[in-house]
């Protein structure tokens, strides 16, 4: 069972080093829309400061959405999620492997580049770090349930908006308690309480989304 | 031990019986004139108390009457949507069709009810807080409970095969309803200037018997106006979906 | 105890359709189906719901003697399914999508020896997508060399394959059947399969 685990991120990861094109795609969609931010509002470190929660979540969540639709879609279009179904090894364990090298390749390589941004917005050091654990707990949250998402809607024509229109309700949650972590930070407040949340979210998104997940697939899989 | 195994059987046997659609059918028939006579003396009763016998509120004049919409309404956003993921679980341990009809039918009725709870809180917030909308956590969470249902029902008209969409929507309707309590509470933490309860089932209620009863009447009444119109969508789509079977072309041709 | 698979009352409907009902059989080892049946007859319903993916509205598919949607896992183990998507990945070569079937649990050697079985092993190193059709398809079929499994449901195997290709194929059902397997396959064409065979023919 475990070994399946690791063969479904090993072949996730040399699938896509062979599409480097989009790998980087969230990457540079994250960068460029927070560097938007300080040219369109303000350069003031003070209001810099008060928008860079906000901002850097924000972008963080849109571009997790980003590439979310194309999470199974590929499978399904190939048949090896047909394949996924029938290996013998539960399914929902699968579907973990596949939220897990999703959120390798796409959210690390995000939280390995935002203290750049939040130098830019002028964050200082304790707030970086507060910036760091929130992202750290709170991106494989947004992937999880995103996963479910992108299970309801493989295989459907136009699944981008339908997937961001079923997911973001539950997104709330999370982009409040990780900017709220950060905000703590920032006026020098203990930010324990919020970052404890956000792992019991981890906690529970992992042990309770790969099981809607399996069910999505095998339902959809017939699309 | 065997006395259970029975009654897990006529558990199953009643639920069945309950969920054939036939059956339904006509007893959702012969409900309905019930539903339709509570409806009217609850509504009755609880309008003449709420416009015309509860006292004006010593700090918000007539201004408050419109609790008696408001909170039913809320009510009902949320109990409709607890009512589809009873119906989301029953209909996947037991394989039932009538729930996938409860779904279909409840959902855009809960998010009528979820709309009008939204609208008349603006126009409640509009002389209260003197403006139509803020982010106060209960709105904001009713938004998202819209949004929900707006999901659900998006879900269900965008896959072609009637069957795979009643599965599909079944498991996203259990899935937000494991978040909306989560929701609820972190919009909660976020910001709140909503008053706290009025209503106390466990406890004194904070409100005078005068202008409590005839709301709790609205409640009630707007429950068995849901279940008028539930039933009558329930029974309409009953009869599109099977109406291939015997029973439908005999019952339509009489 | 031998294996087998039995069907008993199998409806499928489609939309409003109905695409089949009251289909019955049973297989046992060293046995092979053929079902035919003229385009949109559902044959490739009926081959997944028996391979446990698809949903039927009526009806029982019995894997020794136990439904399959309680023995879901344990029966997946025991099946080997190639349907009309091949489930192979068009980046990866054929040979590292074989890799990844068998969890690389299998020597070098036993992969290149089923590429060599199926005619492709010097296409072995090439992405899929260079690949045409027929030889995308002999890749998939490698697959029933390199896992061993209980029972074979094929879609239309002999599709895009030349008739070098049909031979090789025929043999290796063959094997499967000497071997006490089990095959079910849809086809249009008549094999020289005749050992133990059965039909099955959907009508619309």
Known sequence: ?223 | MIMKIINIKNMRQFIHKWGSPKYFYHYAGRLLPWFCIAAISLFSYGLVGALYLAPPDYQQGDGFRIIYVHVPAAFMSLGIYSLMTFAAIVGFIWKIKLSDIIIKTAAPLGAWFTFLALVTGAIWGKPMWGTYWVWDARLTSELILLVIYFGLIALREAIPDKELAAKATGIFTIVGFVNIPIIHFSVYWWNTLHQGDTIQVFGKSLMAPSMLHPLLAMILAFIFFFGIVLLMRMRLEIIKRANKTLWVREFLQS | MPNTLSVQDLTCEKGEQLLFSNINFTLNEGEILQIRGVNGSGKTSLLRILAGLAFCNNGLILWNNMPIQTIREQFAAQINYIGHKLGLKDDLTAYENLAYYCHFRKKHTLINHALTTLGIIDKGLLPLRQLSAGQKRRAALAKLVLLPAKLWILDEPFTAIDKEGVNFVVSLMETQQQQGGMVIFTSHQDTPLTHNKKELQLSC
């Open chain 1, 1 to 223: 069972m475990l070994k399946s685990f690791f063969i479904i991120i090993c072949r996730e990861f040399s699938l896509a080093f062979r599409a480097k094109q989009e790998l980087i795609n969230p990457l540079v969609f994250f960068v460029i829309v927070t560097s938007l931010f300080p040219l369109a509002i303000s350069p003031d470190t003070k209001i810099l400061q008060l928008i860079a929660p906000g901002v850097i979540w924000v972008a963080a969540l849109l571009a997790t959405l980003l590439s979310l639709d194309k999470l199974f879609k590929s499978d399904f279009e190939d048949g090896s999620l047909e394949q996924m179904i029938l290996s013998g090894t539960p399914l929902s364990i699968l579907a973990l492997a596949k939220v897990c090298s999703y959120w390798l390749l796409t959210s690390i390589p995000l939280i390995i580049i935002s203290p750049l941004i939040a130098f830019m917005f002028q964050l200082p050091v304790r707030e970086t770090i507060a910036m760091l654990l929130s992202l750290l707990l709170g991106t494989p949250v947004l992937c999880c349930l995103g996963a479910i998402g992108s299970a309801l809607t493989v295989g459907l024509r136009s699944s981008g908006i339908l997937l961001t229109l079923l997911i973001l309700p539950f997104y709330v949650p999370i982009l409040i308690f990780g900017t709220g972590v950060m905000i703590a930070a920032i006026t020098e407040l203990s930010y324990a309480g919020q970052l404890a949340l956000l792992g019991a979210f981890l906690v529970l998104a992992i042990t309770l989304c790969p099981l809607a997940i399996a069910a999505a697939l095998r339902i959809c899989v017939n699309y």
